[in-house]
């Protein structure tokens, strides 16, 4: 059976969902339907699974989709063909993020260094407190961003909250507690110690937006990234966003780190992305390999000169990558893997 005839034996045989809702509060297991977050201002809901088809309704930032099954589409695009199948219609996974609504139980007992964290629902506010505007709501955090859980503090509304370390800006906020995840350090800790530093290389291959990892020159990984995006002009005293090609080193580790533009702000369409996860810095101006949380649309430029890639994906060459990140430190400095961009 070809995609074609697939997509039209699904459609006849699930005709029915575009009339009817999927009724969650039967669903006994939260894991047995996919639900995704919208990334972006908005998105359109197709009548097909093709940017040709009807546009039926948009759905808006941070809206919560149930995703009843892929489509891997003949019309594309050719770099991502992936879309969801959604109430009344169809969605491309660009803009998807796949998320979870998972609560976590409350770890008291937080050591002094701080420990990793992980977010488990899709989005979670966080609230700052201060003597001029009491409780003040700032940035939101999304599923599967990464944070320094330094203490555990009564909330605004009586609960245990996280008080969370932001490096960036060298402030505290506070995070419901049961929204974040405590990563144990093994879940992050070195592989492959025993391959020799000079017998590990990264290549990433920008024309075909391509990843590759080999150990003694032999390839032992593969992915499809998405890079800096190519300005046509850049304006003068700017970073380009187009990421650098030529042949670099890892310098630098973090594993969660504040990208953005550094403001205080509740502001959902700021440039603003805390807890970015895993990440390896190898090129000047902060161009790092990390995983991404506002997107999944790999195959095509879509950065502003990181190598952007999934989460799992970016966490595995965290580890695997020379050399070894310190466990309990906020960045960890050295001379590392090479890195090959053309």
């Known amino acids: 059976m070809n995609r074609r005839e697939f997509l039209s034996l699904s459609a006849l045989s699930l005709a029915g969902l575009a009339f009817s809702p ?47 099954y892929d489509v891997i589409s003949d019309d594309g695009p050719d770099y991502n063909p992936r879309w969801y199948r959604v109430w009344g219609g169809y969605v491309h996974s660009a803009r998807i993020q796949k998320v979870h609504f998972r609560t976590n139980p409350v770890i008291y007992d937080v050591p002094e ?24 709501p700032i940035y939101r955090l999304y599923y599967g961003s990464v944070h320094w859980v330094i203490g555990v503090e009564e909330g605004p509304d009586g609960t245990p909250w996280y008080k969370v370390f932001d490096e960036l800006l060298d402030i505290p906020y506070l995070v419901q507690a049961e929204h974040l995840r405590l990563i144990a350090p093994e879940e992050y800790s070195p592989i492959a110690t025993d391959v020799p530093f000079n017998k ?48 670099f080193n890892i310098a630098s580790k973090k594993p969660s780190t504040h990208m953005g533009d550094g403001f205080i702000t509740d502001d959902i369409t700021a ?22 949380y506002w997107h999944d649309n790999y195959g095509i430029p879509m950065s502003h000169g990181c190598i952007n890639m999934r989460s799992d994906e970016a966490l595995w060459l965290y580890r695997w990558s020379d050399f070894q990140a310190k466990e309990g430190k906020i960045e960890t400095t050295g001379y590392g893997t090479q890195v090959t961009v053309s």
């Open 271 to 292: 440039y603003e992305l805390p807890g970015i996860p895993w990440v390896s810095f190898f090129a000047p101006h902060g161009v790092a390999f990390h995983g991404t």
């Open 113 to 136: 260094t701080g420990v990793l964290a992980e977010l488990t629902v899709p989005v979670s506010q966080i609230k700052r407190n201060t003597t001029v505007y009491g409780w003040q």
């Open 200 to 247: 590990k290389k990264i290549e990433v291959k920008l024309a075909t937006q391509m990843l590759y990892a080999y150990e003694n020159d032999k390839l032992i990984f593969e992915t499809n990234i998405a890079s800096g995006i190519n300005q046509a002009n850049v304006p003068a005293g700017t970073v380009p966003t187009r990421t650098p090609t030529g042949i």
């Open 22 to 68: 999927y009724n969650i509060a039967n669903n006994s297991n939260e894991d047995s339907m996919d639900i995704g977050r919208v990334c972006i201002e908005s998105v359109s809901i197709y009548s097909k699974p093709s940017d040709k088809s009807e546009i039926l309704y948009q759905r808006y930032r941070n809206e919560i989709i149930h995703l009843y």
